[in-house]
């Protein structure tokens, strides 16, 4: 399957900061530096055998050593951009005095023995940190870097302390977070314990259980040959993921695209507080976490907010007090993993959030140099300790702590006459709650739920986009509510996390509800900043599954939404409620059921509350 092949290629190549373009001849530059070895067969603590490329100096002396490991294919056959995208990222950082270190987890591609999500087992991350660390050509001292599932497993080893880990820089880290803050998402399996979707079409392409393997005990010199005419990389057929994420009951959608036998079934029948997330690769936030990290965030990612708090989590309770002074975090503009692609007019979803350029070199260099090689001067003293981009303003800004220490809290509540459906109704964000309650009502169908249009999300191939796209034309329809501020006559920055609470009511068991924030345009245009969710059984708590009562009023406090962005003079902030954002979640059958085990829904009768008595509001935090 091209696209995922590709898709692959961008992740791994993500993994370390290979940005500027370098010649083709990279594999020709490297052997004239470096020492190749190339399919080195790692053995973990239980035998099994891991594939693993290594690259050094050719120069006598001790390295440090940055490791990024993946489920991502870096080896296929041939010298196509995947391989030599490979080569390019290890001569930058053998140029520059590094042992580079790509390895497959288990399971995947020319490593042996079986994969499980998250690349568990955490003993594989220990027993290949502690075995570089201990090389003769070693320093002592190991890096890791990657993003998305090259960063996803480093949280959880790192709690576990394993000699020789002297800094991590995990981007796009958020599906290996399990719980943390105000956060319970399991490694963005949930959010507000709706299913998020995009995890079906990523293991479409990666649980790849049953597949072909070289003879274990098979030698370097045979795999490095073999190399060169397969790489184990499963053809798969497209997907037309528009369709199929429509396939009911959701626990039959791989089936129904005839995917491989993998974990898919498995995750999708597991509840928010199934003891099986504890026993994984998530990093929950019970753990201790010891090392320096940089941590790095993008606005329109499946998991900003979550990362974000873990930043701040570290930072407030690693054991050692000169750790926690080493913690760092960039936050950009852009979807999943698109730190570098930003340009100078950087593009997200359909906006033009403007010159959104960081040097990334610098900062990745500068930390391992500080951390690996013990230069003290390796990162500007002047680097902000968050960086993070305002939209809006267009501007990159820098604070001590996050949110700035200035941000204030803005409560807007919703207000209507009772018919704010629609863009063309009366609903509105007002600075006092209304007196008395003129509630909004829709109905929420499970076989026509609001389309997913941009967002904070990533890998749902044709069926969903994540970005900033105009919500206008969604905004017709009679099951979203819409309630929107006056103009701003001076602008007003919003920095910081979001709080939204509503007052609810349902004839059905079970449903969910939803909200969107946005920046309205004078001339009407109206993107999406973040969003949120929550199913109503969770209301008490993720531990336990408590249903509603036909007509009875519950109060619902949604996961926080977290943003950077400057509403300029003569915009307008807008919410939008309703009860599906599909397919980025699942879709709530509003039965009261397992869900994903359900064909037929019925229809949910929702209705907002808004008045002294039940203030649905919004919170959001205001820098002057």
Request: hydrophobic share 35%.
């Amino acid at each position: 399957m091209k696209r995922l092949l590709f898709l692959a290629a961008v992740l791994a190549a993500l993994a370390a900061p290979a940005y500027a373009q370098a010649p083709d001849n990279s594999r020709e530059r490297l052997e004239e530096v470096a020492v190749i070895d190339e399919k080195l067969m790692i053995p973990m603590r239980d035998g099994v055998r891991l594939a693993t490329d290594i690259f050094r100096p050719k120069a006598p002396g001790k390295y440090p050593v940055v490791l990024s490991k993946t489920p991502y294919n870096f080896n296929p056959w041939g010298d196509g951009e995947m391989r030599t995208g490979n080569y390019r990222t290890a001569l930058r950082y053998v140029e520059r005095g590094y042992v580079y270190v790509i390895q497959n987890e288990r399971g995947r591609y020319f490593s042996e023995g079986t994969w499980d999500i998250l690349g568990t087992p955490v003993t594989d991350g220990e027993d290949m940190i502690e075995w570089l660390a201990t090389q003769e050509w070693s320093n002592g001292n190991v890096g890791l870097i990657g993003c998305s599932s090259t960063a996803e497993w480093q949280m959880e080893v790192a709690a576990q302390n394993p000699r020789g880990l002297a800094a991590i820089i995990p981007q796009g880290f958020g599906a290996g977070v399990g719980r943390v803050g105000g956060f319970y998402e399991q490694g963005n399996w949930y959010r507000g314990g709706a299913v998020q979707l995009l995890f079906t079409s990523w293991l479409y392409g990666v649980q790849d259980v049953m597949r072909p393997q070289f003879a274990p005990g098979t030698s370097q010199e045979d795999l490095v040959r073999l190399s060169r005419f397969y790489d184990l990389a499963a053809e798969k057929p497209d997907v037309d993921w528009s369709k199929a994420f429509w396939t009911l009951p959701s626990i039959d959608i791989m089936e129904a695209v005839k995917g491989p036998k993998g974990v898919f079934e498995r995750m999708m029948m597991r509840k928010p507080n199934d003891p099986a997330w504890y026993q994984g690769g998530l990093y929950h936030d019970d753990q201790p976490i010891n090392v320096p990290a940089y941590w790095f965030v993008s606005w329109y990612d499946v998991s900003q907010g979550p990362n974000i708090a873990l930043f701040n989590h570290v930072r407030a309770t690693a054991p050692s007090p000169a750790v926690r002074d080493q913690q760092y975090l960039v936050i950009g503009p852009t979807t999943h993993c698109g730190f570098t692609r930003a340009s100078e007019n950087t593009m997200v979803g359909e906006l033009n959030v403007g010159d959104a350029r960081l040097d990334y070199d610098a900062l990745t260099f500068g930390w391992f140099d500080r951390h690996l090689k013990g230069d003290p001067n390796g990162l500007k003293a002047e680097t902000p300790r968050v960086q993070y981009y305002t939209m809006g303003s267009n501007k990159w800004q820098a604070s001590d702590v996050w949110p700035p220490a200035d941000a204030q809290p803005m409560t807007l509540y919703l207000s209507s006459g009772g018919k704010a459906n629609s863009v063309f109704g009366d609903g509105a964000l007002t600075t006092t709650a209304p007196r008395r309650d003129t509630p909004d009502a829709f109905s929420y169908d499970p076989n026509f739920p609001v389309p997913t249009l941009g967002g904070q999300h990533c890998c749902m191939g044709n069926a969903a986009q994540g970005g900033a796209f105009n919500q206008r034309q969604m905004e017709a329809r009679h099951d979203i509510l819409v309630y929107t501020s006056e103009p701003f006559a001076d602008g007003v920055e919003v920095t910081g996390s979001i709080d939204v609470t509503l007052f609810v009511s349902s004839d059905a068991k079970d449903t969910d509800f939803t909200v969107k924030l946005l920046d309205v345009y004078p001339d009407g245009r109206a993107y999406n900043i973040d969003e949120t969710i929550l199913r109503a059984r969770y209301r008490e708590g993720y531990e336990k599954e408590v249903f509603m009562e036909p007509g009875k009023v519950y109060e619902l406090k949604l996961s926080p939404m977290t943003t950077s962005n400057f509403f300029a003079p003569g915009h307008r902030i807008r919410v939008e409620v309703s009860s599906s954002n599909f397919p980025r979640f699942d879709r709530n059958m509003n039965t009261g059921g397992n869900n994903w085990d359900e064909a037929t829904g019925v229809v949910a009768n929702n209705v907002v509350h808004h008045s002294a008595q039940y203030p649905s509001r919004i919170v959001l935090p205001i820098r002057k």
